[in-house]
């Protein structure tokens, strides 16, 4: 460790007591990380007190998102847990930048049957936090039926340190049944009943309409209220007709059927969010359920709506399966003298069993 160190200390323009190094040694600190070099990384951080753990690089990542990309080629989670006990901030999304400096990946030791290499993937970084990414890269690696495993210990660490910031930063989840009325809703049919008006408006998506009544619509959301305030009309674009028709069912019943939120929660979700629909949104927060099916659907609609609650629902979901499946693994190998012959001795007693 000591020449790791004594080798770090010439970095930059050490032969000038009084040059600015920063830039330099920001520069070294990003080809450490790029090289998986955990020393370096320790080293830098330790002698350079200047080093920006969140900084961005010309391709608009930090220095924890380009462990995560790194990941794949050097198959250790050292560099990324050494970030991160140091400071870096896990949920610092990556900037955008240019389609020229887009990351890709490409899945390894892979051939096609005419020999050539596997069409490489492109993977859009921007705006995504660490443990989106990861998840995202996993899923684009993951071809006839081979899982990449290894992703799981990366998955376990970002997950863990995700759920711990947020719930230091006082997280927390809601408890509101999605049987119960909402208060808003209640509201807005008194507020019908008293003014004697029974006016209706059209909400178009997909070509269709769902009319309701404009003070229940208009009542729910100060986004729909502005754009209804002068028209009978208004398109939801982005959203489909069975989601605005469940949105709409939610302004006249105060409720989502667990069904529909079970499987279409997520997309009415993001709907609600950006009409304004505050109610519905803080609903859909407490009662979606993630799974392993949904972790990228959910964790891509929670960063970008900014949703902490989601993101910690989603996070806490994957750190209890890496946690599971790591339980599961210790399971099966417990008792084999070495794991490395725990495959063919756990075949062997298949045979066994067989026989």
């Not at 892979?110 to 899923?139: C, Q, R, W, Y």
């Not at 999605?178 to 209640?186: F, G, L, R, T, Y």
Request: charged share 25%; hydrophobic share 40%; glycine share 6%.
């Amino acid at each position: 460790m000591e020449h790791i160190e004594a080798a770090v200390e010439s970095v930059g323009l050490g032969d000038d007591a009084g040059a600015d190094t920063s830039s330099l040694d920001q520069a070294s600190f990003f080809r450490a990380v790029q090289d998986g070099n955990v020393q370096s990384v320790n080293a830098l951080v330790k002698n350079r007190k200047h080093i920006d753990l969140n900084a961005y690089n010309d391709q608009g990542v930090t220095p924890l998102i380009l462990a995560v990309y790194k990941y794949e080629v050097h198959r250790s989670v050292d560099v990324v847990s050494s970030l991160l006990k140091h400071g870096a901030n896990v949920s610092v999304k990556a900037a955008p930048t240019p389609s020229n400096h887009k990351m890709s990946i490409v899945r390894h030791d892979m051939k096609n049957p005419d020999g050539s290499s596997p069409e490489t993937k492109k993977i859009v970084f921007d705006h995504k936090t660490p443990l989106l990414i990861a998840l995202e890269l996993k899923s684009s690696l993951y071809l006839k039926g081979w899982e990449y495993r290894h992703w799981d210990a990366m998955l376990e660490v970002l997950s863990e340190a995700t759920v711990q910031q947020l719930v230091e930063k006082g997280v927390k989840v809601p408890t509101i049944p999605a049987h119960s009325v909402s208060e808003v809703v209640q509201r807005n049919w008194d507020a019908v009943f008293n003014s004697g008006k029974h006016e209706t408006i059209e909400l178009t998506a997909e070509g269709k309409d769902v009319v309701a009544l404009k003070l229940l619509v208009t009542g729910a959301s100060k986004v729909l209220k502005m754009n209804l305030e002068h028209s009978s009309r208004m398109e939801l674009k982005e959203a489909s007709y069975n989601i605005t028709k469940g949105l709409v069912h939610y302004l006249y019943v105060g409720k989502v059927e667990p069904h529909f939120m079970q499987q279409r929660g997520i997309d009415l979700f993001v709907t609600a969010h950006k009409y304004g629909v505050e109610a519905l949104k803080h609903l859909c927060e407490a009662n979606i359920v993630p799974n392993q099916d949904n972790w990228i659907k959910l964790l891509t609609a929670a960063v970008e709506t900014d949703s902490q609650m989601l993101t910690l629902k989603t996070a806490q979901s994957i750190k209890d399966v890496m946690a599971e499946r790591q339980s599961g693994q210790s399971f099966l190998t417990r008792g084999f003298s070495d794991i490395k012959d725990a495959p063919q001795q756990l075949f062997q007693s298949s045979r066994g069993l067989v026989g």
